[in-house]
Structures are given as structure tokens and as C-alpha cells.
């Protein structure tokens, strides 16, 4: 009776999912590095890595497009979420790069860049303040998209950005969690990301829930149907809600009541990774199968 | 400047098809691939003997308040002077943003595998893959003919003319108020309007 | 005419008994028209109430008719149709009388009687134009009736009819034929009775009139009688009929395609009379002669009335000439008439049914190509079949006698003469190539179903492959059989053209190696031009410009020949017939049958043999129904992949076997299931896939009949719905031949991981 829509799928998703992570991590990381505690390594592993996220993102969405040369019009239409998307999505690039070379000094040829261009390292702080609130909005940017288009009311709430908004946020914890467990940054790995990612699923369960609420009962039949569409796919509820939300949750709860005692041990250290690389999956997931529930308005 | 619309009468609809064969033919669209610019649907109510059927033509609304116009980062997808939104294939990017916009269903995705075989089958079509829609046949309108939908309609059930014309046959079925736009609540302001009763639900 | 040139007495071409002959008949024995979907144009446009029933995609699809109907319907008139399934001419009705397949007749009776009972009905135009008044009796044993008439002992055709004139009180002879009753043989004038007084006789015999007979025949038929026969409740036949007989002007929709049942043709006759009843014959809001059938018409009666000839013959004077002329002997040099003649005349010897009416007729075809058909005691065995623009194996009945007699090994030879390769050329020996109409220079001709008189001549594009046109095939095989001149003159007397004119683009296309069909064309022009008083170059640019030229008005035509009010209808009497001389022919010749009674016969369906109206089906049996969707005519859009994506876009409700939920949960049958259905009564068999839906009778099913073929080279219908013609016997119903599409019911079953 609904008619799912088949225009956005997975390369779109792929796109919003590194959208998310990979803004969030530039803004936590540039962020913490610059503004919190100075952490080169991190904010290096921080800022390279959303540059690649967000540039492998980019490429699937030019795969996707029909016409990719086409892209030189970007500019023809401010009134377009996609414009800001891609002014966004370049100033956080932009920024990165800015950023990053202070740090990148020692290497070989980018360090001789580095090294000449001194204003950079006076401008560091700025760069990063920059470049991490372009990060945030390319995460805004993801969420917005969807809302806007009024053909398919369960994307069209405002309760949908918030949702991506916290998801992205989660991911990018997420991420940064893998990341230094992998590096061998013992001890820290679950104190931080761990628990504020605790925190920020709690936060997305809430979002969650009240975004499907209010299109179960928001009295538009079309997203009721998406919400009884995804509570009815095991991918959904088994793949994101169990296996992205929960139990990433239980296992950060659990260490966190573990403690100081079991800090650095190596179990504690790969279940931070594991719970990393759950919220990872969960994320795509999330952004997979809101792109399937989207079921058009039914006007005639 | 003229503000083109419809009225869609669906007292004399009768299901053939005509309208759909002609958009196609004058248009060179990729119905080898089930897609059309218009479609009309077949819709039945209700139970034996009871039971109703009703054929309700889509097409563009045009829009005065078009999503598919706002969401187009090109700006491709764009309103002429005339009221008529057109599509501009050698901007538009294929993000299909204007696709999961549109609330009507209007708009379809002319692929490259219906571009090459646009050439076989009418020898030329788009010059590259596109989001495709009616274009109210404005290179029609433009010589000042009708859409090719409205002028092979033989039940007379497609009305086309300016809105703004009050001796158009559209401004004064329109004036009258018996003509009902589809879901107008939507805030998108269609131009096409509907004489007849639409089914409430689905049978 | 290259049949007649050549000696052949067979001609197979556009096969009208699986197509509108059981409609047309029916309306023929009434106004004496034959080929009445191009004859007559049903006034939708300015009638207030219209009844129609087996004509839906007539009237709603890309049509001439659609207009008109449409254009009608907009100006408040109320649509009633009959109709087992809400079809897209019932879904747009004020009434639809949901009967069952085949019991539209019923219906039509309780109509024609509240007309009579109220006296709705014309008088003055059944005094004065039909047979209505004319004295007749009954036959001593059975329901026959018997006209007054004096024979003409030369031509053995009726020179007088009998009526009583109300003003001398006394019975007075009327001419023949003739297309009033107001003056008698003397010239003097005559007010003749609709009711003759009790107790008229005329030579000793008792008589009543015509009208009376009818009278009778429909006394009985009230709608409480009819409600059992279409399942439908009284009250609404009865409404129907109240609003039919009392708001004016009504009109009965003239009906296409119906050849579904042996009462299909007295089921067209009693829609005849029905509008014969109202007066509405050749004039605003009932049934109007087209310009090309009254100019016919009205050259020959002019020719009659002269002591002239012409080279047509309207109606049913053309159509009895053309079967004449194939069915005797003696107008063939071997004296061998045509097999549908050889094939009746041995059918009826034997006590079995032949066909009275035999023109264009298939009957016995298949048996002739088999060798199983004599003549004088000596085989008739078909050697060499030249196929033009037809498809019998898909559009006649059984698909496999088909199948068999084209592939019989005592028929050697094929041709298939044919646009596109479908069902029938899969048998062919030789196929030639034909072009489309649109890249076929024609001739110029009469533009159809139309009421002012219009020329069509259209600008042909480009040939895309290397086709011949009919005519210079035809002129190749005259001239390599040896009878191009004769051929020529054939032509030339028939068309009327110039002879030398003629030969001249004749020959010199030929001695170029270019089609004849252009200079034909520019002759017919020139001509045209000449009687209608114009310029050539001025005609070339109107019809290059529009297609079209119109040549007369319809207030034009009817001011100077309506039918029957300046000129006899084309009936043997000249009026129009209550009572049909034809058929009153067909019962001398082969003795009484209700499919021809000269009045009205009521004829009930019988969909198995010995079924009546009210017996049960079994659990897994329907009626049979089918029609046309808008997309697809019964061949030549076969490859047209538009309208096949079309049909597909649309699924099931187009390509599927339409059945109740009712009664296809009881099968456990699903919308897209693979299902079987089987003629009950011949055991014939057709695949198909389920379409569930609330739009049709729970004991009936339908298909669309034009589709189902099966040459792969039409890659996009190939697999496509079911062939109408894999259920459909070879079987046929006395009077013309027609096929019987949908006489008998059909059992369903479920096919478990069938192929379809």
C-alpha cells in the first residue's frame, strides 16, 4: 500500500554513516587536542582519520551520482541542504589539512609545508575551532538532509536530526575507542571515549525512542508504517538496537564498574575496541535502515 | 507572464492510456523500463456487487511552492517564468535529492542504460543520465500547442491552460470551486486540480 | 476482386466472425446494414439515456467513440450498462446491472416491453418507415410468423406487402421495396394501423399485424421473469427500463464486439428493435448512418429508381451479392462454389448445423486444408492458401485446428502476407513483407465513423523495411496468372476509375520498378478534386496539412437522403425491419430456428449444453467472459513495445484471469498464482495467472482476448496473458458463422509449480 522510496541506498548510506563519524571524530578530536589536553598523537590520528573517512565518503557519493561532473554547479542553489552539506564538508577538510600540519612536522615532504608555513602553528587553535565545528556540522548537515524532504514523513521530523545528530557523536567515540586500543594507548582507552560514549548512547536511546514515538503516534500513517517496517527487521532490532546500542552500553557500564582495577589490562582494552567496533556497525545500521523505512507520502 | 496549470476531470477518465502513450512518444521517455512522466492508476473500492473503480491520472503538480525546486543543490530542477518546472539535464548531478522529495511521485531516474537505449529506440534522447519529470511538454507550449497528454486525451478529461487567464477554461473550473487540489495541506501549492470525487481509502 | 479475376472462390482475410458479427448481424436484420460498426454511428454525444452492454472498449479507449460518448456524459447523460464485470464503461455508469455472461437479452426484453406497455415508442416512425404495420399470420404448427406478400413470380422477391389503412378501413397492398408505407401500390395514400382490428383476415387466413406479433412475443417478459436469468434483483430492471422507456432522447448503444454466444445475434436484434421502437434512426441522439454508407446508399437507390447500376451495393444488398456470387456454381468457370458453401450444404444433408449466411466465413477451411472435404464426390482439398493481413492460428477459434490444418501435409503450400511475424506466420511457407498503414501511400478513402463526410488521405512515412504494398502484389500475381488486363478492368468498373488513367499509373510504376501506389494516389486526388470542384494543388495542401478534408456536413446529407426517410434502408423491404425478410429466407430455406426468427426469439444462454438459467455451477466452474483492454488490439500491436510496457505496467488487472475473492479463496487461489482453466464442455485447455479482485461476479471469470501469443519473435508479448482462442472451439452457430466465444463455462484449478 506504501511505496518504499529506492532512490537513496546503501552507497547514500555508506555516505551519511562516514559523514557522521568521520565530522565527529574531527570534532572530538581537534577538540580534546587543542582545547582539553594537548594530545598530538591523537589529534594527528584524529585528524587524518576524518580526512579519509570523510574523502572515502565523498567518493561513494560521487559514485552514486548520475552525473559527477556536475558537481561544479554545487553552488547554484543556497537553498539546498546538499549546498551546505558539501560547504561544510569542505571547510572540514580544509581546516583538517590547516590544522594538522603544525603537527605533521617530522614527516617527509608535507613536514618542509609544515615547517614553512610558521602561521599555521599561531593559528592552530583557530584552525582546529574551525575545522571541529565544520566537523559538527557536516553530523547536523546528515540529519538535516533527510528532515527536509517532505515527500517521506518518517524522515520528516525534526527529531531525526537530533537522533543522527547523537549517533554521529556515538560513532565518532566509537571510533576513537578502536583507534587507540589498536595503537597500544593502554590505560586510557576506556576512561574517556568509554564513558562519555556511555553517556551519548543513553542519550541516542532516548533520542530513539522518542523519534519513533512520534512517528508511531504523530498521526501521519506513513511513518507509523516505517516504525512497524523497522521494528519488524531483525537487522534492526538484533543489528542495531541489540548488538550497536546495548550491549556496547552494557560492556562500557561494566567496565566502567570495574574500575580503576581493571584499567590496562588487555581484556579491558579489547573489550573497549570490541564495543568500538559494535556502535561502528550500529551506526551504519541505523543509517541503512532509515534510508530503507522510507515509505512516500501516500496522497492519492 | 502566463501561471500554466491543469484540471484533471475525473468524471470522463476512462482508464486508456492514451495520455501515457503520447507523453512518451513526444517526450522520448525510458518506458521500455516501466517509467512514465504520467501515470494513471486503477483503483478499486469496496466489495462485489458494491464495489467502485476509479482512474485517477499523476502527473507533476507543478508546484508553486515546489520541494523538488528547494532541494536541488544545481538548482537543475528550477520554475520558469511561466510556472512550468522544468528539469535542466545538462545541470542537474543525479543526487536524487528532488526524487525523495516530491510528495506526488512525479519524478523518475532517466538512467544511462535508458539514455543508450533512448538512442536505439527514438535516435536520440538525453545527452547524459538525469532526473526526468513532465515538463507540462513546454516545447509544445512554446508553439503554442497543447501538452501532448491533454491534446490526445479523447475523453476530454485533461483541461490545460493559465491560471491567471480568466478566459481560460482552467481559471473559470478553478473559480468556480469545484476543483480540488491534492493535498494542498502539504504547503507545496499544486497547479494541477482535480473535478470529481477521489476514493477516500483503498479497498 | 483478385479472387473473382483469378476464379478463386475462397477468400480468407479479416475473419469478422470471431470479431462484431454476432453484434452487426443482429442490427442488420434490422436496418439492413452489414458492416455496421463503419455503417452506423450511435449518437452518444446528444442522447439523455443511453443502455450498453459488450462494447466497453469501444467506448473507452483511444476512440473516436470515447469522444463521443465522453462529450454525451459531460452534458449530464445517464450511462446504464450491462456488464458481469465493473468494467471501464460500467465504472463510469450512472446504473451497472451486474448480469451474468450471456442473459443481457433478458434485460433487453423487459426494456422493449415497458416501451411497448407504455406506449413510448415512435407510431408515427413505425407507420410510416419499418415493416411494424405489415399484415402477417401464424404459421399452422410452431412460433413461426408468416408475412402477406404477393411474390415477383421473375425474381422470385416479395413485390407486395399488406397493411389495413385506418382511413378506407380496409387491408391495401404497399410496393416493394419501398421506403414509406404512405401510399399503396396505386399511389394512393395510406394511414396503416399499427393494430389491426379483431378479426382482419386477408385471403381467407386471419392476420395481425407485425407490430401486434411483437407484442405478443414480449407480454410476458416482465422484470420479474427476467431477475433469475442475470442475477439481477427485479427493482433494478425494472428502474432501468422505466427510465429507458420514459426519458428521451435514449438511445441503445449499436454495440462492436460481440460474437460470444448463439444468442448473441438475436441479442442484437432485440437492442434493434429497441431503438427501431424510438424512432432513432438516421438523426440526432439515435443511430446515424455515416456519410460513406448513405452516399452508397443513396447511389443506389437513385440507380434503382433510374433503372442504372452500380458498382456497390449498400448493406446487406452488398453482402447477400458478395455470398452469392462465392456460393454459385455457375458463376465460376470450373463451377466449384466456395468451401464455407460446400462445407454448410453437406452439414445441413446430414441433419447438422451449417451456416446460412456464409460470406468471408472460415466454416470448413480447416477440413478442406485436411482433405477432409468433397464436392460432387470428388475431394476439395485446398492446395495453396494466401494469407492477407490475418491471424487466424490467434484470432480465430481453436488455436489448434489451426495449427493442424496449416501444417496438414496435403496443403502444400503457405503464404503469409503480414506486417509482423505473429501466431499464423510460425505455418507459413512464404512470408512477404507488408507495410504498416502509416508507410503505406493508400489510396484515398472515406473517414470512418464519421457523420460529416471526410476524405483521409495521409502523408505515409518513410517504409523502415522493404514491403510491398497489397496492390502491387496483386497486380504481379494478376499479371504472372495471366489476367492483368482483366484484373484491371475489375478494378477500374468497381472503383470507378478511368481506365486509361488506370493503366497509365499501372503500368508506368510497373515498367519503373516503383510501387503503383503513389500515382494511384495522386489519381484519386485529381479526382476528387474534379467533383468537388477544386484546384488539385489546393486539395494536395489540405490533405498534406490535415490529413482530412471535409466534403459534407451531416445536416447536409440529412436533408437530402435519410435513411429511411428520402431513401429505402438497404433492407429487402426498403423499411426498416421488425420483421427481417432475411431471416424469414433462412427458415424457408432450412426450416424454423429461434436464431432466426424473423421477429424476436428469446434464447437462453445455454452455457453447457441442456444448462439452464438457474442450474448450479460446480465448486471449481465459472462463466466465461472476455474483452479488450485499451492497450491492445487483437494483433497488429503485438510488437509494439509502448503499448506492451503499457500492459505490463498495469499487471494483472490487465493480463490476468480476473476472479472473485469469494470464490478463489475456496480454490486457494492468489492474485498472481498459476492457474489452468478448461472448457468444460470440449475439455480445451489455457494457462493464465490469477487476478483476485472485487470487480467481477463470484461466478464468472474474464480474460483480455488479445493476448497469449506464442511467436517468440514478439519478444515483448511472448508469455503475456492468455490466448482467448486455446479455449474456444470450433464450433460455430447457423446463421453467419459466428464463433461463440463464450458459450460455455470453464473449470479452474490451481497449477502447482507450473510453467505458464
Not at chain 3, 449499436?254 to 424510438?278: E, N, P
Not at chain 3, 434503382?304 to 452500380?310: A, C, F, I, Q, T
Amino acid at each position: 500500500m506504501y511505496t518504499q522510496q529506492d532512490a537513496w541506498g546503501t552507497l547514500i548510506a555508506a555516505y551519511l554513516f562516514l559523514g557522521g563519524v568521520g565530522g565527529a571524530t574531527a570534532a572530538i578530536g581537534l577538540t580534546v587536542d587543542q582545547y582539553v589536553k594537548p594530545n598530538r598523537r591523537m589529534g594527528v590520528a584524529a585528524g587524518l582519520s576524518s580526512l579519509v573517512l570523510l574523502s572515502v565518503g565523498s567518493i561513494l557519493l560521487l559514485v552514486d551520482l548520475l552525473q559527477p561532473l556536475n558537481t561544479i554547479y554545487f553552488f547554484g542553489n543556497p537553498h539546498s541542504w546538499i549546498f551546505w552539506g558539501i560547504v561544510f564538508i569542505l571547510g572540514m577538510i580544509l581546516f583538517d589539512v590547516l590544522y594538522l600540519l603544525p603537527h605533521l612536522e617530522g614527516w617527509p615532504l608535507v613536514g618542509r609545508l609544515a615547517r614553512d608555513q610558521r602561521c599555521l602553528q599561531r593559528w592552530q587553535r583557530i584552525t582546529a575551532a574551525v575545522g571541529a565545528a565544520c566537523g559538527f556540522a557536516v553530523t547536523l548537515y546528515t540529519g538535516f538532509l533527510l528532515s527536509a524532504a517532505p515527500g517521506i514523513p518518517f524522515w520528516n521530523s525534526p527529531l531525526l536530526p537530533v537522533l543522527f545528530t547523537v549517533s554521529a557523536f556515538s560513532t565518532g567515540l566509537g571510533y576513537l575507542m578502536v583507534m587507540m586500543g589498536l595503537s597500544g594507548n593502554v590505560g586510557r582507552v576506556m576512561v574517556w571515549p568509554g564513558q562519555i560514549d556511555a553517556g551519548t548512547i543513553l542519550l541516542e536511546l532516548i533520542a530513539l525512542l522518542a523519534f519513533l514515538a512520534a512517528s508511531a503516534f504523530g498521526g501521519r500513517p506513513e511513518a507509523a508504517h516505517s516504525v512497524r517496517y523497522l521494528l519488524g527487521s531483525p537487522a534492526f532490532v538484533v543489528g542495531f538496537l541489540l548488538v550497536g546500542l546495548i550491549l556496547p552500553l552494557a560492556i562500557e557500564g561494566y567496565t566502567m564498574a570495574k574500575g580503576r582495577r581493571g584499567e590496562g589490562s588487555a581484556g579491558m582494552v579489547g573489550l573497549g575496541v570490541l564495543s568500538g567496533l559494535l556502535v561502528l556497525v550500529g551506526g551504519f545500521l541505523l543509517r541503512q535502515y532509515v534510508l530503507l523505512a522510507g515509505f512516500y507520502v501516500k496522497v492519492w | 507572464m502566463a501561471r500554466y496549470g491543469m484540471v484533471i476531470d475525473l468524471n470522463t477518465c476512462t482508464g486508456c492510456r492514451a495520455c501515457q502513450a503520447a507523453c512518451a512518444a513526444e517526450n522520448r521517455t525510458p518506458f521500455w523500463a516501466g517509467k512514465f512522466r504520467t501515470h494513471v492508476e486503477d483503483r478499486t473500492t469496496g466489495a462485489f456487487p458494491v464495489v467502485n473503480r476509479y482512474f485517477l491520472p499523476h502527473l507533476c503538480m507543478h508546484c508553486e511552492n515546489a520541494p523538488c525546486v528547494s532541494v536541488c543543490p544545481t538548482g537543475a530542477s528550477h520554475r520558469t517564468e511561466e510556472g512550468i518546472v522544468v528539469v535542466d539535464a545538462e545541470r542537474c548531478m543525479g543526487c536524487k535529492y528532488c526524487i525523495v522529495a516530491c510528495p506526488y511521485g512525479a519524478r523518475y531516474v532517466y538512467e544511462s542504460e535508458d539514455v543508450r537505449r533512448a538512442q536505439e529506440v527514438y535516435g536520440e534522447g538525453p545527452k547524459g543520465s538525469t532526473a526526468d519529470k513532465c515538463s507540462f511538454c513546454r516545447q509544445r507550449v512554446q508553439a503554442g500547442m497543447e501538452p501532448a497528454c491533454v491534446a490526445t486525451c479523447l475523453a476530454g478529461a485533461r483541461i490545460f491552460g493559465d491560471l491567471d487567464d480568466p478566459r481560460s477554461q482552467v481559471a473559470k473550473v478553478v473559480a468556480e470551486g469545484q476543483a480540488k487540489q491534492v493535498r494542498a495541506d502539504l504547503g507545496t501549492k499544486p497547479k494541477v486540480y482535480y473535478l470529481g470525487s477521489l476514493p477516500d481509502k483503498e479497498g | 476482386m483478385l479472387a473473382k479475376v483469378l476464379q478463386i472462390p475462397n477468400v480468407v482475410s479479416f475473419q469478422v466472425q470471431n470479431c462484431m458479427l454476432g453484434q452487426h448481424f443482429g442490427l442488420d436484420s434490422v436496418v439492413g446494414s452489414f458492416n455496421s460498426h463503419d455503417d452506423i454511428v450511435s449518437d452518444y454525444a446528444n442522447a439523455k439515456i443511453i443502455l450498453s452492454m459488450r462494447a466497453n472498449a469501444s467506448l473507452t479507449s483511444a476512440s473516436g467513440r470515447t469522444r463521443r460518448l465522453t462529450d454525451g456524459l459531460r452534458k449530464g447523460a445517464r450511462l446504464i450498462v450491462l456488464d458481469p464485470r465493473r468494467s471501464e464503461a460500467a465504472a463510469k455508469a450512472d446504473t451497472w446491472l451486474p448480469v451474468k455472461p450471456g442473459t443481457d437479452q433478458a434485460v433487453l426484453l423487459v426494456v422493449l416491453r415497458e416501451i411497448i406497455q407504455r406506449g413510448t415508442y415512435d407510431a408515427d416512425f413505425l407507420r410510416k418507415h419499418t415493416n411494424a404495420p405489415f399484415l402477417a399470420t401464424s404459421a399452422p404448427q410452431g412460433p413461426m410468423v408468416q408475412l402477406a406478400m404477393k411474390m415477383d413470380e421473375k425474381t422470385g422477391k416479395p413485390a407486395e406487402f399488406y397493411v389495413y389503412d385506418e382511413a378506407r378501413k380496409e387491408v391495401v397492398p404497399l410496393p416493394c421495396p419501398a421506403n414509406s408505407n404512405l401510399k399503396d401500390t396505386g399511389g394512393n395514400a395510406v394511414a396503416p394501423a399499427l393494430v389491426a382490428p379483431d378479426g382482419l383476415t386477408w385471403q381467407g387466413k386471419p392476420v395481425r399485424t407485425v407490430f401486434q406479433f411483437l407484442m405478443d412475443r414480449v407480454k410476458a417478459c416482465t422484470a420479474e421473469w427476467a431477475a433469475a436469468i442475470p442475477d439481477v434483483p427485479a427493482d433494478q430492471i425494472a428502474a432501468v427500463a422505466r427510465d429507458f422507456a420514459t426519458i428521451r432522447p435514449a438511445m441503445v448503444d449499436s454495440g462492436w464486439y460481440d460474437v460470444r454466444f448463439a444468442s448473441s445475434i438475436q441479442t442484437w436484434r432485440t437492442a434493434a428493435l429497441i431503438q427501431t421502437l424510438l424512432g432513432g434512426i438516421d438523426k440526432e441522439a439515435g443511430w446515424i448512418y455515416s456519410a460513406e454508407a448513405r452516399e452508397i446508399n443513396t447511389n443506389f437507390w437513385k440507380a434503382m429508381r433510374s433503372g442504372g447500376s452500380v458498382s456497390m451495393a449498400p448493406g446487406m444488398y452488398g453482402a447477400i451479392g458478395q455470398a452469392a456470387l462465392f456460393d454459385t456454381p455457375s458463376n465460376w468457370t470450373h463451377g466449384v462454389p466456395t468451401v464455407s458453401k460446400v462445407w454448410s450444404d453437406s452439414q445441413w444433408a446430414a441433419g447438422k448445423d451449417g451456416v446460412a449466411f456464409d460470406m468471408a466465413s472460415y466454416a470448413g477451411y480447416p477440413e478442406s486444408m485436411m482433405g477432409k472435404l468433397t464436392y460432387q464426390g470428388k475431394p476439395y482439398q485446398l492446395k495453396f492458401v494466401f494469407l492477407t493481413a490475418c491471424n487466424p492460428v490467434r484470432t480465430s477459434y481453436s488455436d489448434q485446428t489451426w495449427k493442424e490444418a496449416l501444417s496438414s501435409p496435403t496443403l502444400p503450400l503457405v503464404v503469409s502476407y503480414d506486417v509482423e511475424p505473429q501466431d499464423t506466420t510460425l505455418y507459413a511457407d512464404v512470408i512477404l513483407p507488408d507495410l504498416s498503414y502509416m508507410e503505406r501511400s493508400d489510396p484515398l478513402y472515406d473517414a470512418a465513423q464519421a457523420l460529416d463526410r471526410a476524405l483521409v488521405a495521409r502523408n505515409p512515412v518513410t517504409p523502415t523495411v522493404d514491403g510491398r504494398h497489397m496492390l502491387d502484389i496483386f497486380f504481379e500475381l494478376a499479371s504472372r496468372f495471366g489476367r492483368y488486363d482483366q484484373y484491371m478492368k475489375a478494378m477500374s468498373d468497381f472503383f470507378g476509375w478511368d481506365l486509361a488513367a488506370l493503366k497509365g499509373v499501372v503500368d508506368g510504376a510497373r515498367s519503373q520498378g516503383r510501387s503503383l501506389a503513389p500515382g494511384l494516389r495522386e489519381m484519386m486526388i485529381a479526382g476528387a478534386a474534379r467533383r468537388m470542384g477544386k484546384p488539385v494543388e489546393a486539395l494536395q495542401k489540405d490533405f498534406n496539412e490535415q490529413g482530412t478534408v471535409r466534403v459534407s456536413t451531416l445536416e447536409e446529407q440529412l436533408k437530402e437522403a435519410g435513411i429511411p426517410y428520402m431513401f429505402p434502408a438497404p433492407t429487402p423491404s426498403g423499411r426498416v425491419e421488425l420483421y427481417s425478410l432475411f431471416f424469414a429466407g433462412f427458415t424457408k430455406e432450412h426450416g424454423y430456428k429461434p436464431n432466426w426468427d424473423p421477429i424476436v426469439a428469446y434464447m437462453d444462454p445455454e452455457w453447457r449444453p441442456g444448462m439452464k438459467s438457474g442450474d448450479p455451477l460446480g465448486e471449481d466452474e465459472f462463466y466465461f467472459t472476455h474483452g479488450h483492454i485499451s492497450t491492445m488490439s487483437p494483433t497488429s500491436s503485438a510488437d509494439n513495445d509502448l503499448l506492451m510496457a503499457l500492459t505490463r505496467e498495469q499487471g494483472l488487472i490487465y493480463t490476468g484471469v480476473w476472479m472473485n475473492p469469494r470464490r478463489a479463496a475456496k480454490l486457494g487461489i492468489a492474485s498472481g498464482d498459476a492457474i489452468e482453466l478448461e472448457n468444460s464442455v470440449t475439455g480445451q485447455r489455457a494457462e493464465g495467472r490469477a487476478y483476485v479482485t472485487e470487480l467481477i461476479r463470484p461466478d464468472t471469470v474474464f480474460i483480455a482476448s488479445s493476448l497469449g501469443h506464442e511467436n517468440r519473435e514478439l519478444a515483448t508479448a511472448v508469455g503475456v496473458g492468455t490466448a482467448l482462442n486455446k479455449l474456444v472451439p470450433y464450433k460455430m452457430e447457423p446463421v453467419a458463422g459466428v464463433a461463440e466465444t463464450g458459450q460455455f463455462t470453464v473449470r479452474v484449478r490451481k497449477l502447482t509449480g507450473g510453467r505458464v
